[in-house]
């Protein structure tokens, strides 16, 4: 299986359970694997034979600018189903991390993958 990585894109949201922690957006890091639906782009080098990862990094900014969530479980699966429905990828995993919230740790957070229903 062939795959894109996305490492440590962070992206501003608005997230958190109280709901003054929502008031705000704050800055949360996303490890993203994406599986490609095929190969093709590796023999025909265009960039219409695969899933342009500049797309998805903007897509993903412009859907956590207009959503809120509660839950960083919430977050990920959101995530996950866009990208597995808006750009036709078979699996995707994807780490969703948020930095400084309790002391004496560094991130905490969530991980979770997803296929595509048949
Ligand atoms: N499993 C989870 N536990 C918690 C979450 C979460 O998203 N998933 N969130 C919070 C709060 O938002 C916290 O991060 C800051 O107040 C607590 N536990």
Excluded: N
């Amino acid at each position: 299986m062939d795959s894109i990585f996305l490492s440590e894109v962070k992206v501003q949201t608005r997230l958190g359970v109280p709901d003054w922690e929502r008031m705000t957006a704050q800055t949360i890091v996303l490890d993203i694997e994406i599986a490609m639906p095929h190969s093709l782009s590796c023999q025909s080098d265009a960039i219409e034979d695969t899933i342009d990862y500049g797309q998805v990094v903007s897509r993903i900014r412009d859907t956590l600018q207009q959503h809120s969530f509660k839950l960083v479980e919430a977050l990920a699966e959101h995530v996950c189903q866009l990208i597995l429905k808006e750009f036709g990828a078979p699996w995707v995993k994807i780490k969703v991390a948020k930095p400084g919230i309790l002391p004496g740790l560094k991130a905490l957070g969530v991980s979770i993958e997803r296929q595509a229903s048949a």
